[in-house]
């Protein structure tokens, strides 16, 4: 067969082929229009989420286009079967990451979730029945290639959203901080940087690191104040399943109500006051924007790091002297999954409202039994008297 001549001109297995090769499938230009699946969901959700949400999934499709056209331009030489046609179906992959993406947020139902799993399984034998003699290795390695690259653009995308639906101030807070670390290290290595930080990214100092990073904490401490007056930027996102519609409007949690602080008695005499007063969730940006100046440029690292391994400048040549989107955005995949495990350790607690719809769901003698319990628990907190029990 052809594609055992193909395999004996190379002597080793897995050599890169980085020439420029004209046969590279193109990603196709995604289009302003809704599917039809996503039109009533989405007819109660205000533009100021549905449009940073829809830049998201650009960028997801992009970044995911980039990394597997590496793979291609690698491995092309093969003739692998399927990969160059699947490449090429990125315009569909975007309306299932869509779709994906927003049931998630309203939490997915089980027909939707059945139809995700008969997806994934369509694929999956897609692969195996593309199997091919003495190709099996590197068929794998594709398979895995595959895997690792939706893991690194789509959970992380998805994360981004699961932020952004948590209130604007999530979502513009941590990205500003990672591009705001970026200039301030840039420009602090610039004209400061002696001291190398890392092999894998040379021109990374020291000084661009410790200075990015101070910078990074004073900016997200002051932009959180501001972005924390705005209703506009700090209500959640709510799905009533009654109405299929979002609720946008919101009454700010304490998070986002003013509070005196007590200042240490160290710093008193320096400032002359003994309280200040600020909004709680700058005492999180302070924690969000370590993270962005200490861990997040490690992505960067990560992503250097594996350019290297392919011999490959940027990941493409999208933005003229920038690279790829990709080059952009490796360190806020990092970022936010930081981000949505803060919220869920730190921040989201019990919400009464959604307590109470998942017990309306439940049968008659099942809402009694909850009921009985609840009952019961109060009057041994001595929140009910003992006398209510006899109440029924």
């Given amino acids: 067969p052809f594609w055992y001549k193909r395999r004996k001109e190379s002597e080793r297995f897995g050599e890169l082929d980085l020439k420029n090769d004209t046969d590279i499938p193109e990603v196709h230009q995604p289009t302003d229009r809704t599917p039809e699946i996503l039109r009533k969901p989405l007819s109660g959700l205000s533009y100021r989420y549905t449009k940073p949400k829809y830049l998201v999934y650009l960028i997801q499709v ?15 030489s093969y003739d692998l079967p399927w990969f160059r046609t699947l490449s090429k179906n990125v315009k569909n992959y975007k309306y299932c990451i869509a779709r994906f993406c927003l049931f998630t947020a309203i939490r997915i139902t089980l027909h939707n979730m059945r ?12 692969f195996v029945l593309s199997l091919v003699k003495r190709h099996y290795r590197l068929q794998f390695y594709m398979f895995a290639w595959t895997h690792v690259t939706l893991l690194i653009t789509v959970t992380q995308s998805h994360l981004v959203i699961q932020n952004l639906f948590e209130g604007m101030i999530w979502f513009l807070v941590p990205i500003s901080s990672v591009i705001c670390n970026d200039i301030a290290a840039y420009i602090f290595g610039f004209f400061f940087g002696r001291t190398p930080l890392i092999k894998l990214s040379p021109k990374k100092t020291w000084e661009g690191f410790i200075g990015g990073f101070f910078i990074t904490v004073l900016f997200g401490f002051v932009f959180a104040y501001f972005l924390a007056q705005y209703q506009y930027f700090v209500c959640p996102v709510e799905y009533n399943s009654e109405t299929n519609q979002f609720a946008t409007e919101c009454e700010p949690s304490e998070l986002f109500q003013l509070q005196k602080y007590s200042i240490p008695s160290l710093l008193q005499a320096l400032l002359g006051r003994e309280t200040v007063t600020l909004y709680p969730f700058q005492m999180h940006s302070i924690a969000l924007s370590t993270f962005a100046s200490l861990i997040g440029p490690f992505g960067g690292f990560f992503a250097s790091g594996f350019k290297r391994a392919f011999k490959i400048k940027d990941f493409a040549d999208t933005i003229p002297g920038h690279g790829g989107i990709m080059d952009r955005f490796d360190c806020q995949y990092l970022m936010a999954t930081f981000v949505h495990v803060y919220i869920t350790s730190f921040i989201r607690g019990p919400n009464p409202s959604k307590l109470l719809k998942q017990l309306l769901v439940l049968q008659p003698e099942q809402q009694l039994n909850v009921y009985k319990a609840l009952k019961l628990h109060l009057i041994e907190k001595g929140l009910l008297p003992p006398s209510f029990s006899l109440r029924g």
């Fill in 62 to 76: 992009k970044c995911f286009h980039e990394i597997i056209t590496i793979g291609y331009r690698v491995y092309h």
């Fill in 115 to 126: 139809m995700s799993f008969v997806l994934y399984c369509t694929g999956f034998c897609m």
